[in-house]
């Protein structure tokens, strides 16, 4: 602990001698666990990913086409349907308000500018 920040900046300093999968060849080598951190693009781009159906693209009201995770659970005779695109920001506050307000509460947020 005493010589920690020595010995991370030595560290940071000779791993970025080779490419992070050198490192990780090389770890797994000496029967270490390690892997790869990805980024959001990185991950997308996986095999597994595409292999699995992972992104599903779908028309939106804000743009012509939205990619969104796919669900992780396939099955072959219940296969899960994407019918509706995420909503966009407050699409359903009054439909869900509306079961516990009544129209004039709705009304009164909305006036407040609590609700659009």
């Known amino acids: 602990i005493a010589h920690r920040a020595q010995i991370i900046s030595e560290l940071a300093h000779h791993f970025k001698t080779k490419k992070a ?4 060849r090389k770890i797994h080598a000496a029967h270490v666990p390690v892997g790869l951190i990805n980024d959001l693009k990185q991950a997308f781009e996986e095999p597994q990913v595409r292999e699995r159906n992972m992104l599903i693209k ?3 009201p804000q743009r012509d086409e939205l990619t969104i995770v796919g669900s992780p659970i396939k099955m072959s005779r219940t296969p899960v349907e994407y019918k509706l695109a995420p909503p966009t920001l407050g699409q359903h506050t009054k439909t869900v308000l509306g079961r516990f307000l009544s129209s004039d509460e709705l009304q009164k947020l909305s006036q407040q500018g609590v609700i659009e």
Do not use: R, Y
């Open 21 to 24: 999968d050198e490192w990780v």
């Open 58 to 60: 779908m028309e939106h």
